[in-house]
């Protein structure tokens, strides 16, 4: 069974940091791409990032570029978004998502396969 296990959320305060990881099980990890993605009730599910494990190649999405950057551990087949300078606008619940390949220029929920169970942000002010 494929599997991705988010964890990692928390509640932090404006400026503070969360790391955010996503174990991958039953997939060739090497052959994928995981995105990261948030929602807020009422609102649809967008990309925050992205990384391509075979090339490295990454995505940001304008308003997380220079405070998120994306890894990976290939050995432990997971994927970590570290986030810093926390705004309360990045509350949300944060998904992690796999597909094969390569990360778009900007990632669709709809075109992600396999998806973890979320984890809870929240960033007070």
């Known amino acids: 069974d494929v599997q991705l296990q988010a964890s990692g959320g928390g509640l932090v305060q404006t400026g503070g940091s969360l790391r955010l990881s996503c174990v991958v099980s039953g997939l060739s990890f090497d052959v994928i791409a995981i995105g990261w993605f948030r929602q807020v009730p009422g609102r649809e599910r967008e990309a925050v990032s992205c990384?391509?494990?075979?090339?490295?190649?990454?995505y940001f999405a304008e308003d997380v570029k220079g405070r998120f950057t994306i890894s990976s551990d290939n050995a432990m087949n997971t994927v970590y978004l570290q986030m810093n300078g926390l705004k309360p606008e990045d509350t949300a619940t944060y998904y992690c998502?796999?597909?094969?390949?390569?990360?778009?220029?900007?990632?669709?929920?709809?075109?992600?396969?396999?998806w973890g169970q979320g984890t809870l942000v929240t960033v007070s002010s």
């Open positions: 998502a796999s597909i094969f390949g390569y990360c778009s220029p900007y990632p669709l929920a709809y075109e992600y396969n396999n």
């Open positions: 990384l391509s494990i075979y090339d490295g190649s990454t």
